[in-house]
């Protein structure tokens, strides 16, 4: 039997149980995360997701290893622009954010803030420091790559054969302004 983790937004309203270990473990510092994290962090009561040198940390999981337990009709979705091909969704109880889910996809980017603190799972790799005007500041413990590779592309196909290429639906009813 898999190892199975109950994790949440803030407030505690809305709950996801995990199971397994994740995809993968990164931290993104794309535009779009960037932007689209400083954005819902202006929402009432937020919290921002950025770390201190502003990537986003996320666990990618499987969708078939996710299961809602609470709060689902409290999920919104935000979009940077209304053609966007990724939205984030937010747990509007508390203005948590909960995921990024690209256009197409098998995987949700769970953001690591709704792990307890000390459970939180670790980065091994930030991605997309292309971006930053000046990636030398970031720190040294991981890998920190210029773009997605080819690795990182590999560990989502391999995931996706093992789901049978299948890619579950999430249905959010509504959206939120940020």
């Given at each position: 039997?898999?190892?199975?983790?109950?994790?949440?937004?803030?407030?505690?309203?809305?709950?996801?149980?995990?199971?397994?270990?994740?995809i993968l473990v990164s931290?993104?510092?794309?535009?779009?995360?960037?932007?689209?994290?400083?954005?819902?962090?202006?929402?009432?009561?937020a919290r921002s997701i950025?770390?201190?040198?502003?990537?986003?940390?996320?666990?990618?999981?499987?969708?078939?290893?996710?299961?809602?337990?609470?709060?689902?009709?409290?999920?919104?979705?935000?979009?940077?622009?209304?053609?966007?091909?990724?939205?984030?969704?937010?747990?509007?109880?508390?203005?948590?954010?909960?995921?990024?889910?690209?256009?197409?996809?098998?995987?949700?980017?769970?953001?690591?803030?709704?792990?307890?603190?000390?459970?939180?799972?670790?980065?091994?790799?930030?991605?997309?420091?292309?971006?930053?005007?000046?990636?030398?500041?970031?720190?040294?413990?991981?890998?920190?790559?210029?773009?997605?590779?080819?690795?990182?592309?590999?560990?989502?196909?391999?995931?996706?054969?093992?789901?049978?290429?299948?890619?579950?639906?999430?249905?959010?009813?509504?959206?939120?302004?940020?």
């Amino acid at each position: 039997m898999s190892q199975r983790m109950t994790i949440g937004c803030t407030c505690g309203h809305t709950r996801l149980e995990v199971e397994g270990e994740p995809i993968l473990v990164s931290e993104c510092l794309c535009d779009s995360c960037r932007a689209a994290a400083a954005r819902l962090a202006k929402l009432p009561n937020a919290r921002s997701i950025l770390t201190a040198y502003d990537a986003t940390p996320s666990a990618e999981y499987r969708k078939d290893r996710i299961r809602f337990v609470s709060g689902v009709e409290s999920l919104r979705e935000f979009r940077l622009a209304p053609d966007a091909g990724s939205r984030r969704v937010v747990a509007t109880c508390c203005n948590t954010p909960v995921f990024l889910e690209m256009k197409g996809a098998h995987w949700l980017s769970l953001y690591s803030h709704l792990w307890p603190e000390g459970a939180r799972p670790k980065a091994t790799l930030r991605t997309m420091t292309g971006d930053l005007p000046d990636a030398s500041n970031l720190p040294a413990d991981i890998p920190n790559l210029k773009s997605h590779t080819i690795s990182f592309y590999a560990k989502l196909l391999t995931s996706w054969i093992a789901m049978g290429f299948r890619n579950p639906k999430i249905t959010i009813a509504g959206t939120v302004d940020a």
